[in-house]
């Protein structure tokens, strides 16, 4: 039995100041709890990327961006406030079937949570792939809720090369994901290319095995049959929006 000195104690805990460190201490109680959460975001990208760490594809991270299922919200609930985090009560509870925010206020941090998928431009079903990595979503998870952003800045862009520099990506599994809809498949093709365009405007010693990386994958998604949804959507083509642009009512940028 928790004795009541030791529930104040947990309650009152205080996040690290270090937002990699606090993910890892979040991640590690998660695990020992059989809550299931992984990070994502650029802070993922950092945790797993050694190149993240360095020039030029280094940069500041501060916020926590997690996922995990939508039948453990209450688990996650509960994980999160003993680790000191404020629910933000009228959020969760209009848009808690999907996504969780909270708020670590002594280190002004926003923490979000998805659940079983991540909506962003485009609709990355997750729930079925938590398993098959610790700590993060694997990296071909990360690179295509990283390709999926359509107004791509250089954030995501300095992501993705890390990803591509540091990770092995299933080709495949990136390939069947675009054949089936064409709006995912428009979108993440346009942003490889301006991948492509920043490795080769930046002074990165990988830069041969990240253009052969990019030409593997894209020749993966070329090859890949395409089903009677894509065909049918392709014929449409640009004439209508083809992904969204979220709005979301804390943050103003995609992780």
Not at 104 to 119: K, Q, T
Not at 134 to 147: A, G, I, N, Q
Not at 199 to 205: K, M, N, Q, Y
């Amino acid at each position: 039995m928790v004795s009541e000195e030791s529930a104040i104690a947990e309650t009152t805990r205080t996040p690290h100041a270090d937002a990699r460190q606090e993910a890892r201490a979040l991640l590690e109680e998660a695990r020992s709890r059989a809550v299931v959460l992984r990070a994502l975001g650029g802070l993922a990208v950092r945790l797993l990327c050694p190149s993240a760490a360095r020039p030029p594809l280094e940069r500041p991270y501060k916020d926590i961006d997690l996922i995990g299922l939508r039948d453990q919200r209450a688990a996650i609930d509960e994980l999160l406030v003993n680790f000191g985090y404020e629910p933000d009560e009228s959020f969760n509870l209009l848009s808690g079937h999907a996504r969780l925010y909270y708020r670590d206020h002594e280190n002004e941090r926003e923490l979000d949570v998805f659940l079983d998928r991540m909506d962003m431009c485009h609709s990355l079903e997750l729930a079925d792939r938590l398993d098959l990595s610790e700590l993060t979503l694997t990296p071909t998870d990360m690179l295509l809720s990283k390709l999926q952003v359509y107004e791509t800045n250089e954030r995501d862009l300095k992501d993705a090369t890390a990803l591509l520099v540091d990770c092995e990506v299933d080709v495949g599994h990136v390939a069947r994901t675009l054949a089936n809809d064409w709006g995912w498949w428009r979108t993440v093709t346009e942003v490889l290319d301006k991948v492509s365009t920043y490795v080769a405007s930046i002074d990165l010693p990988e830069r041969p095995r990240v253009e052969a990386k990019i030409d593997e994958l894209g020749a993966a998604i070329d090859a890949e049959p395409k089903g009677r949804r894509w065909r049918l959507r392709a014929r449409v083509g640009d004439r209508m929006r083809w992904y969204e642009l979220p709005e979301e009512d804390h943050a103003e940028e995609v992780p």
